[in-house]
T-cell receptor
Framework: AQSVTQPDIHITVSEGASLELRCNYSYGATPYLFWYVQSPGQGLQLLLKYFSGDTLVQGIKGFEAEFKRSQSSFNLRKPSVHWSDAAEYFCAVGSPYSGGGADGLTFGKGTHLIIQP | ETGVTQTPRHLVMGMTNKKSLKCEQHLGHNAMYWYKQSAKKPLELMFVYSLEERVENNSVPSRFSPECPNSSHLFLHLHTLQPEDSALYLC??????????????FGQGTRLTVV
């Protein structure tokens, strides 16, 4: 069975500082990997996804993530955060059979990002 | 705007009430889903529909009853709920099931409070 671990429940970063949110997954083969963001009272918005190819993927809002097979990780990064980045961030893994369809997605518990002025 | 619209955005209901949540997508997708998001828990997949047929029911209590009259609409009928059912209910859609290179699009959710 696939699983996702986001070890940090809360992260506080100063505005303008760099950000890295950690995600580790457990899956028997190469998974499909996703990062979603959820602003307060809102649904989930896809930031970026990895299916194959270049292990460094670019997403929306200046985010990027790197797939590291040897570490079973897919950490999310941003070089300089903005106050509007404060939100809940979810890492998810999907199997190549189910792709990114929501039936096959396993989500982590999320990381709450707080931005200090 | 993700193309997936959920109504109502907020709902307060008593344990003896009957209510329905509605989800609508205008993306031409064939698969639709209901998820439950409770505090401090991962998102829980509840139901999956593909081409209006239910393909998955993840051991959800019968007090939750889904309905998919067509590929654009999905309902979640609620009756005799418990306070622990209070949560954010998210609807999602994707092009198809079991396909690579597809992704899920989520609605904004309905915040349900059972009193």
């Amino acid at each position: 069975a696939q699983s996702v671990t986001q070890p940090d429940i809360h992260i506080t970063v100063s505005e303008g500082a760099s950000l890295e949110l950690r995600c580790n997954y457990s899956y028997g083969a190469t998974p499909y990997l996703f990062w979603y963001v959820q602003s307060p009272g809102q649904g989930l918005q896809l930031l970026l996804k990895y299916f194959s190819g270049d292990t460094l993927v670019q997403g929306i809002k200046g985010f990027e993530a790197e797939f590291k097979r040897s570490q079973s990780s897919f950490n999310l990064r941003k070089p300089s955060v903005h106050w509007s980045d404060a939100a809940e961030y979810f890492c998810a893994v999907g199997s190549p059979y189910s792709g990114g369809g929501a039936d096959g997605l396993t989500f982590g518990k999320g990381t709450h990002l707080i931005i200090q002025p | 705007e993700t193309g997936v619209t959920q109504t109502p955005r907020h709902l307060v209901m008593g344990m003896t009430n009957k209510k329905s949540l509605k989800c609508e997508q205008h993306l031409g997708h064939n698969a639709m889903y209901w998820y439950k998001q409770s505090a401090k828990k991962p998102l829980e997949l509840m139901f999956v529909y593909s081409l209006e047929e239910r393909v998955e029911n993840n051991s959800v209590p019968s007090r939750f009853s889904p309905e998919c009259p067509n590929s654009s609409h999905l309902f979640l009928h609620l009756h005799t709920l418990q306070p622990e059912d209070s949560a954010l209910y998210l609807c999602a859609s994707s092009q198809d099931l079991g396909q690579g290179n597809t992704e899920a699009f989520f609605g904004q959710g309905t915040r349900l409070t059972v009193v």
